[in-house]
C-alpha cells in the first residue's frame, strides 16, 4: 500500500509529463489529480492507525541501490509515526493544490507539464519522507529541489523567473553540499548510512573527537552540524534564506504546496528524524536554536514592511520555519513536528487564498491596490480570515483555539521550560509572535477593508480597458483568458517589482475601483479552501494530545523522534503569565495593525519617514542579497574570467603548447615538415620508437 | 578457450576493421549503412560478452594467447573493468554513427573508415593483455582522432590538433621508455603478471611519473587540460562524444591497470600530487566553464571537473572511492557524451554553438529540451542519474582519505550546479533572440532514436546501478588487496578523549 502512495504521483508524473500535448489537458489533470487524491485516502487510515496505536512501525524494502563493500543502500519505504504525520501533511496538501490547479491554471498554455511537475514533487517528497537511509533521503531531497526549481521557473519566458529558479537550486546545493559532507563522515564514522543503525550507535560515539580539515573536533558536533547546513538550505533558514522570497515567481499553488506546507518542512522533518542524533551534542543543538529564533525574528521584522502579498506570506514562513527550528533546538521535537502539521494547513490556507484574491484581482499582487474586497470575495475573506487566526494563535485556553494557538504556544512554553538558551529563544519568540500578528492583519486589513484603491493598478487598468474594448462588462473568464496570453504579459504574475523606497504608500496610490468588478473563484479552488478552513480551525485542537501531550505523545511517537517526556510536563507547568504572554501580544499586534490600516490610515507613512533607515534597512530584507551578490557572484565570474584569459590562455598555452611552438619554429626546417604533415609525422615517430623497441626487446 | 567457444575479442576488433576497409571503397551511402551494420553487430557482441561474463568465474575471462615474434604476442582478455569500459565503447559507437548521418556531408566513406578504425583500437586498449600491443593500441587511438579533427573539424581544427598532437607526444614517449625498463626488469610482457609484479620502491616513482604524464593528459588533468576544450570546440559532433565518451576513459583507465597495481608504494607517495591537482581542477576548471560563451567549451571545461572526481576516487585507496571513480567514468561517458550531441542537434540546425545566438527552445523544441534537461541534471549529479551514484562513492572514498579533499571536492557540486543551470537556462529558457531560433524544429525521430537509448542508460545507471558495479566488483577486491600494503590511511582517526560524554537531555530515547 505505500509503494502505491509512493509510486502513483511518479506514474502519474510519466503519464502527464511524456503524453504533455498529445493526450491533452483533461487526461492529464485527471490522471495527476486522482492519483493524488488516492494517495491521501490511503495515507489517512495510515496516520489514523498510528493516532489509536494499532499500527507499528515497518519497511517496505524496494530494490537494492548502491553495494559498495561495507556500504549498502538500499531503495526502501520506512514507515512510523513521523512519516505518517508527514504522509498525510504531503498526499492531503498536494491533492488539494492539484484540485485548486483545475481552476487557478485554467488558461494556461502548458498544464500537462504543470500537473506532471507538481505530481513528480509529490513522490520526491514522499521518497524523503519514507527514506530508511541518508542516501534515499537526498535523494528525495534534490528531487524536490528540482521540482522546485522546475516549478518556480515554470513560466520559463519570464526573466525574473528563471533568475529565482537557478537561485533557489544553487542555494539549495550549498545546503547540499553541507548535507553531502555530513553523509559522508556519518559513514566515517559509524560505518553505515541507515538510520536506525546510526541513531542506534550516536550515543556510543558522543564525546569521541575527529580530525577535519586539519582540527580535532567533537565528532557528533561536526556531523550534526555539517548535516544542519543541509536542513538550513531546504528550509531556507537566515543565511541561505534568500532563494525563498524570490520562489514566489511561481504560480501560487506552487508556493502553497512547496514553499510553505512541505519542501520546506523537509530540513525540520529531517532533525526531527535525526533527533537522536542531534541530542547527542549540545553545541550542535544551540546552534539549531540560535539559528531558527535568529531565523524567526529576521524574516518576521522583513515581514512588516513588504508590499507583495505573496511575499508576506514568504517571509511569515520563513519565520514560521524558525519557530519550528528552535522548538528542535530546545528539545521539543514534538512540538516541532505538531506547528510543521498545523502550519502546512494554515499556510497553505493564507496562500491559496492569496491565489484566491491574485485571481480575482487579475494578478495584481501589491497589496497597495487592494482593499474593500471582503464584500467581493467573501468565501475568499473568511478563509483568509481562519488563516490569519490560526497563525497568530487565537485561542483561549483549555476552551478551544485555532490551530496555531496550540502548536505555537507549545514550543514557546517548551522553550521557556527547557531553560538556558531556551529563555532568549522564548523571548524572541514571543516578540515575533506580536509582529506575526501585526503583518498578518495588515495583509487582512489592506485587502479585505478599507477603500478600493484599484485604480491605480495597471493590471486592473488593463483588465477594465480590456474588458471595455471587446463589449464584454462582466467577463472574469475574459479578463483571465486574456491574462493568461503571457507574452502580452510578461510580468502576469511574480514577486512583483523589487521593492523601492520611493514606491507610493498606501495613502499615494489612487483610490477608487475604475469600474473593475472582482468576482469569487471557480469550485474547484474555493473546495481546497474550505478543506483546509477545517484544518486550520481543528488540527490544533484534535491532534495537541497525540503530538505534545505529556502522557500520550509517548505513545504515539513510539520512539520515531526523541520524545522528551520531561520537557513536556516542563512545558504544561509554565507559570500562567508564559502561557497569557503569547495571546496578549498577539492583541497587541492587532491593535497595531487595526490603529495603522484602518483607524489612521497615514500612520504607516509617518513612522517610515521618522525611521527611513530601518525601514529601507527592512525593505531591503538587511541588504543579503546585495551582500551575496558582491561576494560570491560577481567574484566567481570575474576569477572564472580571470583563469580563462590568464591561466588558462595567458599561463599553460603560452609556455606551453604555444611557447613549445614559437620554440621550434626558431629552429626551422625541421618544424615546417612537422607542420605541413603533423598526423603523418606523428605516425612515423611512434612507428620507428616501436620498431626500435621491437628490435631491443628481441636482442634482450 | 572461452565459455562462448569462439575468439570473441577478436572478432570484435575484426569486425569494426573489416568493415573500415570496406568503407573505403564505398560510396557515401552505403559507408554509413556499413558503418551502422559493423557498430551494431559489435553492440550485440558486448552484450553477449557481458551475458556471459562469469561473476564467479577467474579474474580474466575470454583470454586469447598467441605468440608472435620474440616477446611480442597477440595477447587478449578481459575482467569486469574493461567489459563495462567495452560496452560503453560498443554502446556509443553506434549512436555517433548516426549522428554523423546528416551531418558529415563531405568524404564519408573516409569519416565512416576512421570512426570504425577507432572503434577497433579502442576496444584493443581494453582487450590488449600484452604491454606493447596496450601501447600500440593506445596511442594508434589517437590517429583516426586526428584526422576527425583535422578533416571534418571547425575552423581552427589544424591549431587544436596540434596542441593535441603536443601534449600527448610528451607522454608516449615517457611512457614507452618506462614500458621498456619494465620489460628488462621484469622480464615479460604480459600485463596481469606485471599487476603483481613488485618494482623495487625507488623506481616506482620514475616509473609512476612516466606513465603519469601519458595518462594526466588523456585524463585531462589540470594543468595538461588546454587542449580538449579546442579538440573539442574543432571536433565533429559524433568526434566530441567518442573523445569525451571514451578517449578520456583511457587516462583512467590507465592509473587503475598500470599506475596503482604496478607501483602501489608510488602511488601512495604522489597521492598528494594527485590529489592536488584534481582539486584545483575541480575549483578552476568549474569557474572557468562559469564564463564560457561556446557550448562545447562549457562542456569540454566541465569534463575536466569530472575528470578530476575520478582520480580523487582512484587514489583514495579504499573501495567506495575506487568503485566511485570507475562509475564516475561510465556515468560521464553517457552524459558528456549525450550533452556533445544536444550541442550537436542545434549546431547541424543553426550552425553556431554561441550560447547567446539561442534561447527559448522550450518553446519549440519541447522533446529536445526534456532531454537536455534530463543530462543538464545527470550531470550536476543529481540522485536517481549515472552520475550521483559515482560522485557520491568516489566523495565517500575520498573523505576517509582525506577531509581536505573531500571539502574541497564537494564545492564542485555547488558550482557544476551553477554553470550548467546558467548553461540551460540560457538556450532553453527565456525568449527566443529572433524568429530564426524561434522557429527551429524538435528532434526529428533520428535524433530521437540516439536520446532515448542515453536516457534510458543514464536512469538505469542512477537508478539501479549494481547491474554496472557487480561485474567490477571482485576486480576492484583484488586491485585493493594489491595496494592496502600502501595505503597511507586518512586523517580523521577517531578518538575518544579522557574527559567523560557530555550527557544528553534526559529522556533522549
Known amino acids: ?700 | 578457450m572461452n565459455q562462448l567457444g569462439f575468439p570473441v575479442l577478436s572478432l570484435m576488433l575484426a569486425v569494426p576493421f573489416a568493415a573500415a576497409i570496406a568503407c573505403l571503397f564505398s560510396s557515401a551511402q552505403t559507408a554509413r549503412w556499413l558503418a551502422l551494420a559493423a557498430t551494431l553487430v559489435d553492440l550485440l557482441l558486448g552484450i553477449l560478452l557481458w551475458i556471459n561474463y562469469d561473476l564467479a568465474g577467474p579474474q580474466w575471462q575470454f583470454t586469447e594467447h598467441v605468440d608472435l615474434f620474440g616477446r611480442f604476442a597477440w595477447a587478449l582478455g578481459i575482467d569486469g573493468i574493461a567489459l563495462m569500459l567495452i560496452m560503453l565503447s560498443v554502446f556509443l559507437m553506434p549512436i555517433c554513427i548516426a549522428a554523423s548521418w546528416e551531418a558529415i556531408q563531405k568524404r564519408v566513406p573516409e569519416y565512416m573508415a576512421a570512426f570504425l578504425l577507432m572503434e577497433t583500437l579502442m576496444i584493443g586498449v581494453f582487450t590488449a593483455q600484452d604491454l606493447f600491443l596496450f601501447y600500440i593500441m593506445f596511442e594508434a587511438g589517437l590517429i583516426p582522432m586526428y584526422l576527425i579533427i583535422g578533416i571534418w573539424g571547425g575552423a581552427r581544427r589544424i591549431y587544436a590538433s596540434y596542441k593535441f598532437f603536443l601534449y600527448t607526444l610528451l607522454g608516449s614517449v615517457l611512457m614507452l621508455v618506462a614500458m621498456l625498463w619494465m620489460v628488462r626488469e621484469a622480464g615479460t610482457t604480459d600485463i596481469p603478471t606485471l599487476m603483481n609484479y613488485d618494482f623495487p620502491v625507488h623506481a616506482q616513482t620514475w616509473l609512476f611519473l612516466a606513465f603519469f604524464a601519458s595518462f594526466a593528459v588523456k585524463m585531462p588533468m589540470w594543468p595538461v587540460h588546454t587542449w580538449l576544450p579546442d579538440a573539442h570546440v574543432e571536433a565533429p559532433t559524433a568526434g566530441s562524444v567518442i573523445l569525451a565518451g571514451v578517449l578520456l576513459k583511457m587516462g583512467g583507465y590507465g592509473f587503475i591497470r598500470f599506475s596503482l597495481p604496478m607501483f602501489p608504494e608510488a602511488s601512495a607517495q604522489l597521492m598528494w600530487l594527485v590529489f592536488g591537482l584534481s582539486m584545483v581542477a575541480v575549483v578552476y576548471t568549474s569557474l572557468v566553464a562559469l564564463v564560457q560563451e561556446d557550448m562545447k567549451k562549457l562542456i569540454a571545461y566541465s569534463s575536466v571537473a569530472h575528470m578530476a572526481f575520478v582520480t580523487i576516487g582512484l587514489f583514495a585507496f579504499n573501495r567506495q572511492g575506487i568503485e566511485g571513480g570507475l562509475m564516475v567514468m561510465l556515468g560521464h561517458g553517457l552524459v558528456s557524451g549525450a550533452l556533445f550531441l544536444c550541442v550537436g542537434v542545434i549546431y547541424d540546425r543553426l550552425h553556431t554553438r554561441e550560447i547567446a545566438r539561442y534561447g527559448g527552445l522550450s518553446n519549440n523544441m519541447p522533446k529536445y529540451a526534456l532531454f537536455f534537461l534530463l543530462f543538464t541534471m545527470a550531470s550536476v549529479g543529481l540522485p536517481g542519474t549515472s552520475n550521483f551514484v559515482g560522485e557520491f562513492l568516489s566523495l565517500v572514498g575520498a573523505y576517509h582519505a582525506s577531509s581536505w579533499v573531500a571539502f574541497v571536492a564537494t564545492t564542485g557540486v555547488i558550482l557544476g550546479a551553477a554553470y550548467m543551470l546558467y548553461l540551460y537556462r540560457r538556450v532553453a529558457y527565456g525568449e527566443a533572440p529572433n524568429a530564426e531560433v524561434a522557429s527551429l524544429p524538435d528532434l526529428s525521430a533520428r535524433e530521437l532514436a540516439i536520446m532515448v537509448p542515453l536516457a534510458l542508460s543514464v536512469l538505469w545507471m542512477g537508478v539501479y546501478p549494481e547491474s554496472f558495479l557487480a561485474p567490477m566488483r571482485r576486480d576492484v577486491g583484488s586491485l585493493l588487496a594489491r595496494i592496502e600494503r600502501a595505503n597511507p590511511g586518512g586523517d580523521a582517526k577517531i578518538a575518544f578523549g579522557h574527559r567523560p560524554a557530555p550527557a544528553a537531555h534526559e529522556g533522549a530515547h
Open chain 1, 1 to 700: 500500500m505505500i509503494k502505491l502512495i509512493v509510486f502513483l504521483p511518479l506514474l502519474a508524473a510519466i503519464v502527464a509529463g511524456l503524453g504533455n500535448r498529445s493526450i491533452g489537458n483533461t487526461a492529464a489533470k485527471l490522471v495527476t489529480t486522482g492519483a493524488l487524491f488516492v494517495a491521501c485516502a490511503l495515507s489517512w487510515p495510515i496516520f489514523v492507525g498510528f493516532l489509536t496505536g494499532s499500527r507499528e512501525a515497518f519497511v517496505e524494502p524496494v530494490l537494492t541501490f548502491i553495494r559498495s563493500g561495507d556500504l549498502n543502500v538500499d531503495w526502501a519505504l520506512r514507515v512510523d509515526a513521523l512519516t505518517a504525520v508527514m504522509l498525510v501533511v504531503v498526499t492531503t496538501v498536494s491533492a488539494l493544490v492539484h484540485l485548486y490547479s483545475w481552476g487557478y491554471m485554467a488558461e494556461d498554455d502548458s498544464q500537462p507539464r504543470f500537473f506532471a511537475y507538481l505530481s513528480l514533487f509529490t513522490f520526491a517528497m514522499l521518497m524523503l519522507v519514507t527514506s530508511d537511509n541518508l542516501v534515499q533521503m537526498f535523494f528525495g531531497w534534490e528531487g524536490v529541489g528540482l521540482a522546485s526549481y522546475l516549478l518556480i521557473g515554470f513560466w520559463y519566458y519570464k526573466p525574473s523567473a528563471n533568475a529565482a529558479a537557478i537561485k533557489a537550486f544553487v542555494v539549495n546545493r550549498v545546503g547540499d553540499f553541507g548535507f553531502s559532507l555530513g553523509i559522508f563522515g556519518v559513514f566515517l564514522v559509524f560505518g553505515t548510512v541507515s538510520i536506525p543503525a546510526i541513531l542506534a550507535a550516536a550515543p556510543g560515539m558522543a564525546g569521541s573527537t575527529i580530525g577535519f580539515l586539519g582540527h580535532r573536533v567533537d565528532t557528533m558536533t561536526l556531523l550534526c552540524l555539517l548535516l544542519f547546513i543541509g536542513a538550513m538550505g531546504k528550509s531556507a533558514q537566515l543565511g541561505l534564506h534568500t532563494w525563498l522570497p524570490d520562489a514566489m515567481e511561481g504560480p501560487t499553488p506552487v508556493s502553497a504546496l512547496i514553499h510553505a506546507a512541505t519542501m520546506v518542512t523537509a530540513g525540520v522533518f529531517m532533525v526531527c528524524r535525526l533527533s537522536p542524533l542531534f541530542e547527542t551534542s549540545h553545541v550542535a543543538l544551540g546552534v539549531v536554536t540560535f539559528i531558527g529564533a535568529a531565523t524567526c525574528l529576521f524574516a518576521a521584522t522583513v515581514g512588516t514592511v513588504q508590499n507583495d502579498i505573496k511575499r508576506v506570506i514568504a517571509y511569515s514562513t520563513c519565520s514560521q520555519l524558525g519557530y519550528m527550528f528552535f522548538a528542535a533546538g530546545v528539545g521539543a521535537y514534538g512540538a516541532a513536528m505538531f506547528h510543521l502539521f498545523t502550519h502546512a494547513f494554515f499556510k497553505a490556507l493564507l496562500f491559496l487564498g492569496a491565489g484566491s484574491v491574485i485571481h480575482a484581482m487579475h494578478h495584481e499582487q501589491d497589496m497597495r491596490y487592494y482593499g474593500a474586497l471582503r464584500k467581493h470575495i467573501p468565501i475568499t475573506f473568511w478563509a483568509m480570515t481562519a488563516g490569519t487566526l490560526a497563525i497568530t494563535g487565537v485561542g483561549i485556553i483549555d476552551v478551544f483555539g485555532f490551530a496555531g494557538f496550540y502548536s505555537k504556544d507549545a514550543i514557546l512554553e517548551a522553550a521557556y521550560a527547557s531553560g538556558g538558551g531556551g529563555r532568549i529563544a522564548f523571548i524572541v519568540g514571543i516578540f515575533v509572535a506580536l509582529l506575526t500578528s501585526f503583518y498578518s492583519w495588515r495583509l487582512v486589513f489592506l485587502t479585505f477593508f478599507g477603500k478600493a484603491r484599484w485604480a491605480g493598478s495597471e493590471h486592473i487598468q488593463h483588465a477594465v480597458h480590456d474588458a471595455h474594448g471587446h463589449g464584454h462588462d462582466h467577463g472574469h473568464d475574459h479578463a483571465h483568458a486574456h491574462d493568461a496570453h503571457h507574452d502580452a504579459h510578461p510580468d502576469a504574475e511574480g514577486a512583483g517589482s523589487e521593492p523601492h523606497a520611493h514606491d507610493p504608500g498606501v495613502e499615494q496610490v489612487k483610490h477608487g475601483t475604475a469600474g473593475y468588478h472582482p468576482h469569487e473563484s471557480p469550485w474547484t479552488m474555493l473546495v481546497p479552501l474550505g478543506v483546509l478552513t477545517l484544518g486550520a480551525i481543528f488540527a490544533g485542537y484534535i491532534f495537541s494530545p497525540y503530538f505534545v501531550g505529556a502522557e500520550t505523545g509517548g505513545a504515539f511517537w513510539k520512539g520515531s523522534i526523541a520524545f522528551n517526556e520531561h520537557l513536556m510536563h516542563a512545558m504544561h507547568g509554565v507559570p500562567l503569565w508564559v502561557k497569557l504572554a503569547p495571546a496578549a501580544v498577539m492583541l497587541t499586534g492587532l491593535a497595531i495593525a487595526w490603529w495603522g490600516y484602518i483607524a489612521d490610515t497615514g500612520m504607516p507613512a509617518r513612522f517610515t519617514s521618522t525611521f527611513q533607515l530601518l525601514y529601507k534597512f527592512l525593505l531591503n530584507k538587511w541588504y543579503f542579497d546585495e551582500l551575496y551578490h558582491a561576494v560570491f557572484v560577481v567574484p566567481a565570474f570575474a576569477i572564472g574570467r580571470f583563469l580563462w584569459k590568464r591561466g588558462d590562455q595567458g599561463t599553460i598555452d603560452r609556455f606551453g603548447p604555444d611557447g613549445a611552438a614559437a620554440l621550434v619554429s626558431a629552429g626551422g626546417v625541421l618544424t615546417r615538415k612537422l607542420q605541413s604533415g603533423y598526423v603523418y609525422t606523428y605516425a612515423l615517430v611512434m612507428l620507428l620508437g616501436l620498431a626500435g623497441a621491437a628490435t631491443w626487446a628481441m636482442a634482450s
